[in-house]
């Protein structure tokens, strides 16, 4: 807030259309960054809106424990059709829902340690997440994130989590060396695992694509060997795709990258097309079954007041017959392939270190001299000059530090793409030449 008043005056948004905010001075902005990475369709996407206010004049909101209502059930029976499928296991087949990304990420953990108490096996109490990972901000998914930002504070509050290397590709020349780092990494895991014999409930990783840690990204051979370890020593494995779910990472969700089923996936952020805050988290009939108890203490006593709200499932609904019906998927493809034209451009800058894509995400990280060794000096806040100057130019790019991102909405079309790249091209040379 500090900032706030003159450095970085707040921008006062009146109104969405597509893949632009329009603010009340009447200045718009391309939304590159999907309002927080939530905002799939773009905004105001009039499929969505219609469902929204239908539902909300039949019905807006029902206790969802001892109730239930149409869009929830349908919600999860659609969700439970397109997530993702391995032959050799029974398919993910139960689906909790939750209101926000965080709590989402809470409900997995507590599950999956639960599970293991129910089962008898009281010593498997420990999670495993990856270095440089975020996972939310309530406690529980405080303690398995790693980045110092938002942890370090609150570290005494938290619980125990034991940090695996992350197999970041970042400084790999090619895919045979990202793939490489994969199993290097994925060789250290197997180590923890050894280490901690038994001891260990689940894995909880970000797939492909580690967001808020800088979108650093790995190569799909990891997730296969995640699998297979948590396989070998009887632990969960947690798919967090809040954030890379619905199609960010060019298949509907990361994971089919790499053909892996988990036992837990984390859907929020784009799940509603970005309208409204919901959660659902997938799990399998074995899970569910080690809940199914006479006793409370055995079930899984956990909700949040407006978990499953009908207007959210709506909104969730319309965003999937938005995906079947425009065949959004496919449609993506040639984005992504103008993404990566400009991509490859940018990566020629003299200041940037490394310009990297999965799917519909772009990162581009800034550095002294493009040499990847040699960062800006953090007070020098050259990803803030380039926000500012993208942002004085009518882009919306919110650098997480020296890395500038593209994470559009599905709906941008190549036109705007070229906008785009050309005035995130102007931010980098305008931040860079100065510092
Ligand atoms: C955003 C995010 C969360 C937290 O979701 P919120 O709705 O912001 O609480 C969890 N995991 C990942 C990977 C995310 O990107």
Known sequence: MREHPDTLPLVPIASGQGAWL???????????????WTNIHGHAKPRIVAAIAAQAAQLEQVILAGFSHRPAIELAERLLTIAPRQADRAPLAKVFYADNGSAGVEVALKM????FRNAGQTQRSRFVALANGYHGETLGALSVGDIPLYRRTYAPLLSECI?????????????AQAEQQALAAAEQLADIFERHRGEICAVIIEPLLQCAGGMRMHHPTYLRRVRELCDTHGAFFIADEIATGFGRTGTMFACEAADVQPDFLCLSKGLTGGFLPLAAVLTTQTVYQGFLDDSRERAFLHSHSYTGNPLACAAALASLDIFAADAVIERN???MARMAEHRQSIAR??????????GMVCAFELARDGNKHTPFAPELRVGLAAYKAALAHGVILRPLGDVLYWMPPYCITPAELDLLAEITCHAIENATSCA
């Open 22 to 36: 329009t603010g009340l001075d009447g200045r718009r902005y391309l939304d590159a960054v999907s309002s927080w």
């Open 112 to 115: 999956a340690f639960h599970w």
């Open 163 to 175: 940090f695996a290397p992350s197999p970041d590709a970042y400084g790999c020349e090619n895919e």
């Open 333 to 335: 493809q040639p984005l």
């Open 349 to 358: 800058l003299p200041h940037v270190a490394d310009a990297r894509q999965t």
